[in-house]
């Protein structure tokens, strides 16, 4: 057999996911001085992940970041086999068959948990749940969310909890042009939602929002943002903190604060978003659904960069019916790949997967959130996704095991078997033209299918 990674004798990779990391690895791959094809596994019919289904909607130049990912896909080497699921349509274990290694970027699907009683109440929502909704994620397409209180309650202090709060709190003409569902534009629009609270379990010196994130906060028409003032006095800690050069976006991120504490309230604007600091929720509240949270206000203990927040005792009561968890996402398990399940990653070494002892597995790779957790922008999965095909195409003696490998003809003799359904790019260009299409009349973007039925009829 010719040497693994020629013309005669491709290298051959499924890349499971096709959201940023995925993308950025076949890219990676692509490029390479390695002949390689590639097949990438999508549990939907629509590509690019979190990109699709995470991207604010009114963020669309985020999203242009597909315009790379197409011409990925517009390589001959480039496969994607969508609508189908690893771990029941079709395992690792074949598709370790199939192919020569498997790069799992299944990224973080979940949320983690507050661990505080109530926490599933009624009115208790996590993050996921509404940007998938708001997004037209097939799998929160018949959430419904109880926008008829006046007050709202956001956990966290991220972008993501930025994303959430800040479409809560923008009118009905600043989303309507944006790829947002219409589901979720209707209900936006029957919001009685009047009063948005941000939050932070440590202080404005540690919010973990990028600086352009937060000073949107400041553009918006119908909505005031409100910082106090007396929140914005840091104890020394902080304050080394903020001088540290490379501590240059939380300097930011507390300049903006301070601008907004110094802001006279617009009593026109009929909402208001506050950021409350140093605060937990300990309890929330209710018979059967969310009625209030209990919080703790917080003091930072330790040292500069290692601050963590401690209860003081102090108790803050806010009535609320409706409250979003923003504290991160988390890897799921797939069957037949290692999970680390405190961390909610796959365990590996620069991307090589390990058991939980260390142990290299062989054939396996990850990249992205899946790999290192949920954090960084979509360019930092790029970084990542490089590092994992350098180490792969550097194991590339190991993976050829003299047996010939057939794959992308066994994934689809295995689906067409079990009769599973699967969509090329060239489907999902058909899908992607069609919601341009419907969405052009109403100025929007595209109108997103939100459910997989309508999407594959589409393509019939
Ligand atoms: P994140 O940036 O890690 O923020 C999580 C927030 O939750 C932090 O304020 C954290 O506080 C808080 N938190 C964690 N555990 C908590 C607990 N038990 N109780 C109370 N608060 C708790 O996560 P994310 O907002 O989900 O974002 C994930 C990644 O996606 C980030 O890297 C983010 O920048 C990125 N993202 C980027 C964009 C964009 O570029 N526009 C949009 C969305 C997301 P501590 O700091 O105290 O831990």
Known sequence: MATLGTEENPLLVAIVGSGPSGFYAAEALIKSDVS?????????????????SGVAPDHPKLKQVINLYQKTAGSPDFNLIANVNVGTDISIEELCQSHHAVIMTSGAETDRKLGVPGEDLQGSYTATEFVGWYNGHPDYRNREFDLSHDVA????????????????????DEL????????????????????????????PAQAKFTPKELREFGELSDCNSIVREEDMLLNPESEAELLEKSNIASKKI??????????EADATKSKNCYFDFLMGPKELIGDTKLEKVILEKNKLSGDAFKQSAR?????????????????????????????????????????????????IVPKLYTSGWIKRGPSGIIGTNRACSVETVQCLLGDLEKLDDGVSKSGAETIYSILDYKNIRHISFDDWKKIDTKEIEVGEPKGKPREKFTYVDEMLSVIE
């Not at 590639?38 to 939907?44: A, K, P």
């Open 176 to 203: 309507k042009h944006t790829d947002i569902a219409q589901h979720a534009l209707d209900a936006l629009a029957e919001s009685k939602i009047k009063e948005i609270h941000v939050i932070g379990r440590r202080g």
């Open 153 to 172: 309650v956001i956990i966290g202090q991220g972008n993501v909890a930025a994303d959430v709060s800040r479409i809560l709190s923008k009118t009905v």
């Open 311 to 359: 209860g003081t005792g102090e108790i803050v009561e806010l009535e609320t019916g409706i409250l979003f968890r923003s504290i991160g996402y988390r890897g799921v398990p797939v069957t037949g790949v290692p999970f680390h399940d405190a961390w909610g990653t796959i365990p590996n070494e620069k991307g090589r997967v390990t058991d939980n002892d260390g142990n």
């Open 36 to 52: 390689t094809k590639i097949d990438m596994l999508e549990r939907l019919p629509s590509p690019y992940g979190l990109v699709r």
């Open 254 to 263: 507390y300049d903006q604060f301070c601008e907004f504490s110094k802001r």
